[in-house]
């Protein structure tokens, strides 16, 4: 975006190095911003070769007297300085770029990719410097990199979203006010839990807590790796931190086009009231079902608490989940969860996540089990006791959420 410049008239500039050389005040902004991503100062060179205008760089603040001058010092500080064609593809494209905006009163601007080229933090850093730097100018941007994204979002700066994505030769856009994009990246919860890497997804799957992230990631990577259909391609895991967060994040990526499932523990269906509800919003449960819904919550609900051994009656997702139930009452839990599935919304009918692949017999201690288990599953899977995927379990329990997130008549999206 900021080519070499030949037989350049600077008393009538009509191009970006032109516009920079000429004004101090738009060169020096220029520079401090650029140093502050790469370390380095961009400055124009038009001494290397005579009637050029080029950027080259230095690790010294240049002085507009020597940068305008022809006398030795310039010289010197020339040849102590890195040549365009010495430094990355990277440093060019990020210098360019900024160049290009900081040269021009530009009323909009467009940018395709701008992340190209570059390392995840300094595409990070300019979406912040981009943002700030468009006041209330117009800047358009195609972008594969949350980190970009979310380098803009801490800008401050009105930012807004727009989706597109073509599947089964169907093209659609879905858009996300920054207002609302804002509010929802300010929960600490939400923030730390990578949602807008959920952007640039095929779908994504949120569970419960870390383990259940990593958990459900591990079987899905078995799956894939050994060409199972059942294994979901292109998917990222992420962690809600809590079941209460979980619909606030499936809710956010189905309202852009994502197709997003929540996978919870059984005792979900403790959560009554506002929480349900909310769960139900988010996987946009038509209205005339959610209060039907709700009465079968209560009823499985007690039901499970009445087969509970403890004084809190809560150890039903540690016993066996459903399994504990009479055959009239099981059935109808079974028809409560296969219809939340119907929706997106998966629960685990053993009751948690540490009740997977029993077999192994891997003691279910919260703060324990997941290396355990992982350690139990082996890492070589070349190994007699690696445990590769089978019919059933855990295995089946991840196909089925693969069945609804490419089916193309999936319900609950918006």
Known sequence: MLPNEN??????????LAFLFIDDERRIEFQETVFSGIGHYPYIDRVSKYGTLKLAFSTEKPSSEIERGTDTKLIDFVKLSKKRGDVSDGFNAYVGMLGAIYATDFKCLFIDEPEAFLHPSLARTLGKQIALKGG??????????????????????????????YQDEIGSACLLDGGELREF????LLRSADVLS??????????????????YQEINTRLLSKRDPRGIENAVFLNAQNKQTVPKIVGMLRKMGVPAIGIVDLDIFAEGGAVWTTQMGAIAMPAAMTESL???????????????????????KRRGGITLL?????????????????????????????????????????NKWLGQIFETMGSNPEAEEYVSPSEGDVWDFIGSCNTWLTNPARKGMR
């Open 136 to 165: 209330e100018q117009q800047i358009y941007i195609a972008s594969h990199s949350a980190e970009f994204l979310m380098g803009a979002i801490e800008s401050g700066r009105p930012v807004r979203i727009i989706r597109l994505q």
């Open 326 to 366: 009479e055959e009239s009452d099981r059935e109808a839990a079974e028809s409560l969860i296969d219809r939340l599935a119907e929706y997106g919304l998966f629960i685990v009918r053993n009751g948690e996540v540490e009740s997977w692949l029993p077999s192994l017999n891997v003691p279910r201690e919260k």
């Open 198 to 215: 959920g952007l640039f997804a095929k779908s994504v799957i949120v569970g419960e807590a870390d383990t259940d992230r990593a958990f």
């Open 185 to 188: 990246m300010q929960n600490p």
């Open 294 to 316: 709700a009465s079968e919550r209560r009823t499985t609900l007690q039901n499970l608490k009445s087969q509970s051994s403890d004084s809190e009656k809560k150890d039903y």
């Open 7 to 16: 037989n350049v008239n600077l008393t009538n500039p009509n191009s970006p």
